[in-house]
Protein backbone atom coordinates (compact mmCIF):
# COMPACT_ATOMS: atom_id res chain seq x y z
CA UNK A 1 0.00 0.00 0.00
CA UNK A 2 2.76 2.25 0.80
CA UNK A 3 4.09 1.68 -2.28
CA UNK A 4 1.39 2.33 -4.39
CA UNK A 5 0.36 5.76 -2.69
CA UNK A 6 4.19 6.89 -3.65
CA UNK A 7 3.23 6.43 -7.11
CA UNK A 8 -0.06 8.42 -7.00
CA UNK A 9 1.63 10.99 -5.24
CA UNK A 10 4.83 11.20 -7.70
CA UNK A 11 2.84 10.67 -10.99
CA UNK A 12 -0.90 11.38 -10.35
CA UNK A 13 -2.76 14.76 -10.46
CA UNK A 14 -4.15 13.06 -7.10
CA UNK A 15 -5.49 16.51 -5.68
CA UNK A 16 -6.77 18.30 -8.68
CA UNK A 17 -8.35 15.99 -10.99
CA UNK A 18 -10.26 13.19 -8.67
CA UNK A 19 -12.33 11.54 -8.61
CA UNK A 20 -12.35 9.89 -12.21
CA UNK A 21 -15.21 10.33 -14.57
CA UNK A 22 -14.91 6.45 -15.45
CA UNK A 23 -17.83 3.93 -14.41
CA UNK A 24 -16.95 1.65 -11.30
CA UNK A 25 -14.96 -1.82 -12.68
CA UNK A 26 -13.88 0.20 -15.76
CA UNK A 27 -10.37 -1.13 -17.12
CA UNK A 28 -8.70 2.26 -17.45
CA UNK A 29 -7.74 2.56 -14.39
CA UNK A 30 -5.97 -0.90 -14.31
CA UNK A 31 -3.85 0.21 -17.77
CA UNK A 32 -3.24 3.95 -16.58
CA UNK A 33 -1.31 1.97 -13.49
CA UNK A 34 0.73 -0.19 -15.66
CA UNK A 35 1.73 2.32 -17.29
CA UNK A 36 2.55 4.16 -14.25
CA UNK A 37 4.37 1.24 -13.07
CA UNK A 38 6.26 0.66 -16.33
CA UNK A 39 7.19 4.24 -15.83
CA UNK A 40 8.38 4.02 -12.89
CA UNK A 41 10.69 1.16 -12.98
CA UNK A 42 12.51 2.71 -16.32
CA UNK A 43 13.50 6.40 -14.36
CA UNK A 44 12.05 8.57 -17.05
CA UNK A 45 11.91 12.04 -16.01
CA UNK A 46 8.42 13.16 -16.05
CA UNK A 47 9.34 16.36 -17.56
CA UNK A 48 10.83 13.84 -20.43
CA UNK A 49 7.12 12.43 -21.21
CA UNK A 50 4.36 13.60 -23.54
CA UNK A 51 1.44 11.93 -23.18
CA UNK A 52 -1.06 12.46 -26.13
CA UNK A 53 -5.13 11.16 -26.17
CA UNK A 54 -7.70 11.56 -28.54
CA UNK A 55 -11.40 11.64 -27.01
CA UNK A 56 -13.07 8.89 -25.16
CA UNK A 57 -13.01 7.38 -21.81
CA UNK A 58 -9.35 6.61 -23.19
CA UNK A 59 -8.31 10.27 -24.13
CA UNK A 60 -9.31 10.87 -20.20
CA UNK A 61 -5.74 9.13 -19.12
CA UNK A 62 -3.75 12.33 -19.56
CA UNK A 63 -5.64 14.80 -17.41
CA UNK A 64 -5.11 12.51 -14.54
CA UNK A 65 -1.09 12.30 -14.91
CA UNK A 66 1.48 14.59 -14.06
CA UNK A 67 3.36 14.95 -17.71
CA UNK A 68 3.69 16.93 -20.22
CA UNK A 69 0.05 15.85 -22.14
CA UNK A 70 -2.01 16.89 -24.81
CA UNK A 71 -6.09 16.15 -25.06
CA UNK A 72 -6.45 16.08 -29.01
CA UNK A 73 -8.95 16.05 -31.40
CA UNK A 74 -10.88 12.99 -32.14
CA UNK A 75 -8.62 10.34 -34.03
CA UNK A 76 -5.79 12.71 -34.07
CA UNK A 77 -4.04 11.68 -31.43
CA UNK A 78 -1.17 10.17 -33.78
CA UNK A 79 -0.93 13.07 -35.82
CA UNK A 80 -0.20 15.46 -32.68
CA UNK A 81 2.13 12.84 -31.37
CA UNK A 82 3.70 12.49 -34.60
CA UNK A 83 4.80 16.70 -34.75
CA UNK A 84 5.77 16.39 -30.74
CA UNK A 85 7.97 13.83 -31.74
CA UNK A 86 9.56 15.53 -35.05
CA UNK A 87 9.98 18.55 -33.01
CA UNK A 88 11.12 17.24 -29.65
CA UNK A 89 12.90 13.98 -30.94
CA UNK A 90 14.33 13.48 -27.32
CA UNK A 91 11.15 13.48 -25.72
CA UNK A 92 9.21 9.89 -24.47
CA UNK A 93 6.08 10.22 -26.62
CA UNK A 94 2.94 8.08 -25.57
CA UNK A 95 -0.32 7.67 -27.24
CA UNK A 96 -3.47 6.94 -25.18
CA UNK A 97 -6.49 5.73 -27.91
CA UNK A 98 -9.43 3.93 -27.76
CA UNK A 99 -10.40 1.17 -30.46
CA UNK A 100 -12.82 3.45 -32.27
CA UNK A 101 -10.38 6.34 -31.94
CA UNK A 102 -7.35 4.53 -33.31
CA UNK A 103 -8.63 2.64 -35.84
CA UNK A 104 -12.12 4.46 -37.25
CA UNK A 105 -11.39 8.10 -37.68
CA UNK A 106 -8.00 7.53 -37.10
CA UNK A 107 -7.51 4.41 -38.87
CA UNK A 108 -5.15 5.74 -42.04
CA UNK A 109 -3.59 7.48 -39.32
CA UNK A 110 -2.57 4.52 -37.30
CA UNK A 111 -1.82 2.70 -40.22
CA UNK A 112 0.40 5.36 -41.62
CA UNK A 113 2.38 5.48 -37.94
CA UNK A 114 2.76 2.14 -37.88
CA UNK A 115 4.15 1.84 -41.70
CA UNK A 116 7.32 5.21 -41.14
CA UNK A 117 8.03 3.83 -37.94
CA UNK A 118 7.52 6.85 -35.70
CA UNK A 119 9.71 6.47 -32.56
CA UNK A 120 6.70 6.03 -29.79
CA UNK A 121 4.09 3.98 -28.28
CA UNK A 122 0.35 3.82 -28.97
CA UNK A 123 -1.77 1.84 -26.30
CA UNK A 124 -5.06 1.36 -27.99
CA UNK A 125 -7.68 0.58 -25.23
CA UNK A 126 -9.94 -2.10 -26.83
CA UNK A 127 -13.45 -2.24 -25.19
CA UNK A 128 -14.99 -3.30 -28.32
CA UNK A 129 -17.23 -0.16 -28.48
CA UNK A 130 -17.54 3.74 -28.73
CA UNK A 131 -17.88 4.12 -24.72
CA UNK A 132 -18.40 7.51 -23.64
CA UNK A 133 -20.32 9.09 -26.67
CA UNK A 134 -23.62 6.13 -26.41
CA UNK A 135 -22.67 2.84 -27.57
CA UNK A 136 -22.46 2.67 -31.02
CA UNK A 137 -20.48 -0.16 -32.71
CA UNK A 138 -16.92 0.36 -33.29
CA UNK A 139 -14.56 -1.50 -35.77
CA UNK A 140 -13.56 -3.72 -33.38
CA UNK A 141 -17.35 -4.47 -32.41
CA UNK A 142 -17.56 -8.58 -33.08
CA UNK A 143 -19.90 -9.72 -35.55
CA UNK A 144 -23.47 -10.62 -34.28
CA UNK A 145 -22.96 -7.85 -30.98
CA UNK A 146 -25.12 -5.52 -30.86
CA UNK A 147 -24.66 -1.54 -30.00
CA UNK A 148 -27.04 1.37 -30.01
CA UNK A 149 -26.23 1.78 -33.65
CA UNK A 150 -26.73 -2.00 -34.06
CA UNK A 151 -29.90 -2.69 -32.21
CA UNK A 152 -30.91 -5.94 -33.93
CA UNK A 153 -26.87 -6.88 -34.27
CA UNK A 154 -24.20 -5.53 -35.74
CA UNK A 155 -23.24 -7.26 -39.70
CA UNK A 156 -19.87 -5.65 -39.78
CA UNK A 157 -16.56 -7.91 -39.32
CA UNK A 158 -14.11 -6.64 -36.47
CA UNK A 159 -10.68 -5.29 -37.15
CA UNK A 160 -7.58 -7.31 -35.33
CA UNK A 161 -6.08 -4.43 -34.42
CA UNK A 162 -3.07 -6.13 -33.37
CA UNK A 163 -2.87 -8.02 -36.47
CA UNK A 164 -3.51 -4.50 -38.44
CA UNK A 165 -0.58 -3.23 -36.84
CA UNK A 166 1.65 -6.32 -37.42
CA UNK A 167 0.73 -6.09 -41.12
CA UNK A 168 1.52 -2.20 -41.25
CA UNK A 169 5.41 -2.20 -40.40
CA UNK A 170 5.02 -1.84 -36.15
CA UNK A 171 7.85 -3.20 -34.89
CA UNK A 172 7.04 -4.23 -31.71
CA UNK A 173 3.04 -5.58 -31.17
CA UNK A 174 1.82 -6.75 -28.12
CA UNK A 175 -1.70 -7.96 -26.70
CA UNK A 176 -2.69 -7.92 -23.14
CA UNK A 177 -5.88 -8.26 -20.98
CA UNK A 178 -6.80 -6.19 -17.99
CA UNK A 179 -7.53 -9.53 -16.22
CA UNK A 180 -3.47 -10.52 -17.10
CA UNK A 181 -2.21 -7.53 -15.11
CA UNK A 182 1.38 -8.25 -14.79
CA UNK A 183 1.65 -9.43 -18.48
CA UNK A 184 0.32 -6.23 -19.15
CA UNK A 185 2.89 -4.28 -17.37
CA UNK A 186 5.41 -6.44 -18.85
CA UNK A 187 4.12 -5.53 -22.53
CA UNK A 188 3.93 -1.82 -22.14
CA UNK A 189 7.61 -1.74 -20.48
CA UNK A 190 8.82 -3.12 -23.33
CA UNK A 191 7.16 -1.27 -25.57
CA UNK A 192 8.52 1.65 -23.83
CA UNK A 193 11.84 0.72 -24.68
CA UNK A 194 11.61 -0.60 -28.08
CA UNK A 195 13.09 1.88 -30.07
CA UNK A 196 10.47 2.52 -33.23
CA UNK A 197 6.62 2.34 -33.56
CA UNK A 198 5.40 0.23 -30.58
CA UNK A 199 1.79 -0.80 -30.17
CA UNK A 200 0.11 -2.42 -27.11
CA UNK A 201 -3.30 -3.65 -27.62
CA UNK A 202 -5.26 -3.91 -23.88
CA UNK A 203 -8.43 -5.78 -24.06
CA UNK A 204 -10.92 -4.16 -21.75
CA UNK A 205 -14.89 -4.97 -22.60
CA UNK A 206 -16.96 -1.57 -21.68
CA UNK A 207 -19.45 -3.20 -19.63
CA UNK A 208 -21.49 -0.39 -19.13
CA UNK A 209 -21.97 -0.22 -23.07
CA UNK A 210 -21.13 -3.14 -24.50
CA UNK A 211 -21.43 -5.96 -21.89
CA UNK A 212 -25.25 -4.44 -20.51
CA UNK A 213 -26.04 -4.24 -24.06
CA UNK A 214 -25.08 -7.67 -24.81
CA UNK A 215 -25.97 -9.22 -21.61
CA UNK A 216 -22.67 -10.70 -20.93
CA UNK A 217 -22.76 -9.92 -17.11
CA UNK A 218 -20.65 -7.34 -14.81
CA UNK A 219 -16.98 -6.11 -14.77
CA UNK A 220 -15.80 -9.01 -12.93
CA UNK A 221 -18.33 -11.61 -15.20
CA UNK A 222 -16.44 -9.92 -18.33
CA UNK A 223 -12.75 -10.11 -16.59
CA UNK A 224 -13.85 -13.69 -16.24
CA UNK A 225 -14.10 -14.03 -20.12
CA UNK A 226 -10.74 -12.42 -20.53
CA UNK A 227 -9.41 -15.40 -18.52
CA UNK A 228 -11.15 -18.19 -20.13
CA UNK A 229 -10.44 -16.74 -23.74
CA UNK A 230 -6.98 -15.31 -23.87
CA UNK A 231 -4.10 -17.94 -24.75
CA UNK A 232 -0.76 -17.13 -24.62
CA UNK A 233 1.11 -16.73 -27.85
CA UNK A 234 3.48 -19.48 -27.50
CA UNK A 235 0.76 -21.57 -26.33
CA UNK A 236 -1.18 -20.89 -29.30
CA UNK A 237 1.58 -22.25 -31.60
CA UNK A 238 0.61 -26.01 -30.56
CA UNK A 239 -3.09 -25.48 -30.73
CA UNK A 240 -5.01 -27.00 -33.51
CA UNK A 241 -7.55 -24.25 -35.75
CA UNK A 242 -10.28 -26.20 -33.89
CA UNK A 243 -9.01 -25.28 -30.34
CA UNK A 244 -8.50 -21.62 -31.04
CA UNK A 245 -11.73 -20.95 -32.00
CA UNK A 246 -13.26 -18.23 -30.35
CA UNK A 247 -9.92 -17.39 -28.58
CA UNK A 248 -7.33 -14.57 -28.98
CA UNK A 249 -3.66 -14.33 -28.56
CA UNK A 250 -1.49 -12.48 -25.56
CA UNK A 251 2.29 -11.51 -25.53
CA UNK A 252 4.26 -10.36 -27.75
CA UNK A 253 3.13 -10.83 -31.48
CA UNK A 254 6.07 -8.82 -33.12
CA UNK A 255 9.47 -7.68 -31.87
CA UNK A 256 11.99 -6.96 -35.10
CA UNK A 257 13.82 -3.63 -36.16
CA UNK A 258 13.82 -1.67 -38.78
CA UNK A 259 15.01 1.80 -39.95
CA UNK A 260 13.57 4.64 -37.81
CA UNK A 261 11.30 7.32 -39.14
CA UNK A 262 12.59 10.11 -37.01
CA UNK A 263 16.19 9.03 -37.10
CA UNK A 264 16.34 9.11 -41.03
CA UNK A 265 14.64 12.37 -40.95
CA UNK A 266 16.89 14.00 -39.11
CA UNK A 267 19.49 13.04 -41.57
CA UNK A 268 17.43 14.37 -44.26
CA UNK A 269 17.67 17.67 -42.89
CA UNK A 270 21.38 17.33 -42.75
CA UNK A 271 21.80 16.25 -46.07
CA UNK A 272 19.70 19.24 -47.14
CA UNK A 273 21.42 21.89 -44.85
CA UNK A 274 24.49 20.77 -46.41
CA UNK A 275 23.59 21.11 -49.80
CA UNK A 276 22.08 24.81 -49.28
CA UNK A 277 24.06 27.63 -51.04
CA UNK A 278 27.13 29.83 -49.10
CA UNK A 279 26.34 32.93 -48.61
CA UNK A 280 29.34 35.42 -49.04
Not at 93 to 117: C, E, K, L, Q, S
Not at 204 to 209: F, I
Request: aromatic share 8%; net charge positive; with cysteine.
Amino acid sequence: MAEITKLVHKYLRHDKKFPHVWCPGCGNGIVLGAMIRAIDRLAYRKDDIVMVSGIGCSGRLPVYVDFNTLHTTHGRALTFATGVKLAKPELKVIVVMGDGDATAIGGNHFIHAARRNINLTAIIINNNIYGMTGGQYSPTTPYGMKASTAPYRNIEHAFNIAELAVTAGAVFVGRGTVYHARLLDKLIEKAFVKRGFGVVEVITHCHTQYGRRNRMGDAVAMMKWQKEHAVRVEKSADMSEEELRDKFTIGVLVDRELPIYTEQYALVREQATENLPRSH
